[in-house]
Structure formats: structure tokens, C-alpha cells
T-cell receptor, first 111, second 110 residues
């Protein structure tokens, strides 16, 4: 089944404790991205990647890192999480000029 | 970035009714997509429609790129249509720098 898989679905952590949210897609998509969704603000892009080893900042990259060492994987890294990074996170992937496919989301709470 | 405005912000319909959701955007785009976020939070792609008209069952969409708007039509609404509908646009043909509107929340009551 074609899908974008994010893990974990839920994560509660404390300020400053490094964490990684994994994202994997099995559709051989070149493009992958991360979004955060906050009430009243909609979805905002954090980082995106057009292909292996090619990443670029979206609208809200501060406090986040990404890497694209393999085509299928695009992990999101929070080196030192803070409470303002509490949010619902989505990974997505697509081919160029085709619909964007989203993972099921990761709800992160930073206390 | 591109400003994306969706209207109405909220919509309540009786089951079986039809509706039209609108998306206005502030700049020329080469990528426009409609999504449905269901009550469980899943985001499902409905249409990739930078221009023209597409139909998929009870849903159809039209984008008039020269006038910077897109419309999503839902006919014979069902309770499973409830959720939030998002429009997203980008200048590039790819999905990099895709800007989302704040959505239309649709509630379909039986």
C-alpha cells in the first residue's frame, strides 16, 4: 500500500531533550516536506527536500533540522525542544506536478 | 509568501445539500491543491488542480488561474464529508513553498 509513515503518533517530552520524528514513504517520491499545524494558523511549512541531499527552509524552520540521506526517509530533528514547538506535525511527499500525500501526523507536547 | 483566503470559514449543512467553497490567492500560481482533514486529523488530497475543472464522484473543483481563485463543489453532502477543507497554492509546479489557507470547517448534520 502506498503511504507516508510517521512515527511516533504521539510524543510527550520535556524542554531541551533532543527528539527525532521519523518519516518514510514507499512511493519513490522526489519531494518530501514537513509541516506544523497550529489552531488559527493553519499548516505552515518547516523544511522541504527536492531530492536526496537537497533540503531547504520553509516558512518556520527555526529550532528544527532535517536530513535526506535516502530518498524514502526524511526525519525531523528537534535538537532542543521548547514549549512553543508543541504542535501537530505532518510529513508529506509527492512527485512534481502531482498531489501531495500526507502522513497521519505526530502530536508533540513539550513541557 | 502568497496569501490564501478561504470562505466561508464555517459551514453547516443538512445531509443531501450542495455547497461551494472558495479559495482566493494573491499571486499567480502553478500548483493548487485541495485537501480534506477529517475529524481524526488525517489530511487527504482531493484535487491537484492548478487550472481547469476536475470531478471525482460528488466532488468537483474549478480553478480560474487568471482570476486567482478556485472553487470546490460538494454535491449531495454526507456526514462523512464533515471536516476542514484546505486550499494550498505554490508558485512552483512542485509542492515546495506550498502555502495553505486557514480552511473551511464543514459540518454535515443528518
Amino acid at each position: 500500500e502506498a503511504q507516508v509513515t510517521q512515527n511516533p503518533r504521539y510524543l510527550i517530552t520535556v524542554t531541551g531533550k533532543k527528539l527525532t520524528v521519523t518519516c518514510s514513504q514507499n512511493m519513490n517520491h522526489e519531494y518530501m516536506s514537513w509541516y506544523r499545524q497550529d489552531p488559527g494558523l493553519g499548516l505552515r511549512q518547516i523544511y522541504y527536500s527536492m531530492n536526496v541531499e537537497v533540503t531547504d527552509k520553509g516558512d518556520v524552520p527555526e529550532g528544527y533540522k532535517v536530513s535526506r540521506k535516502e530518498k524514502r526517509n526524511f526525519p525531523l530533528i528537534l535538537e532542543s525542544p521548547s514549549p512553543n514547538q508543541t504542535s501537530l506535525y505532518f510529513c508529506a511527499s509527492s512527485f512534481r506536478r502531482e498531489p501531495l500525500h500526507f502522513g497521519n501526523g505526530t502530536r508533540l507536547t513539550v513541557t | 509568501g502568497i496569501q490564501v483566503e478561504q470562505s466561508p470559514p464555517d459551514l453547516i449543512l443538512q445531509e443531501g445539500a450542495n455547497s461551494t467553497l472558495r479559495c482566493n490567492f494573491s499571486d499567480s500560481v502553478n500548483n493548487l491543491q485541495w485537501f480534506h482533514q477529517n475529524p481524526w486529523g488525517q489530511l487527504i488530497n482531493l484535487f491537484y488542480i492548478p487550472s481547469g475543472t476536475k470531478q471525482n464522484g460528488r466532488l468537483s473543483a474549478t480553478t480560474v488561474a487568471t482570476e486567482r481563485y478556485s472553487l470546490l463543489y460538494i454535491s449531495s453532502s454526507q456526514t462523512t464529508d464533515s471536516g476542514v477543507y484546505f486550499c494550498a497554492v505554490a508558485k512552483a509546479t512542485g509542492a515546495n513553498n506550498l502555502f495553505f489557507g486557514t480552511g473551511t470547517r464543514l459540518t454535515v448534520i443528518p
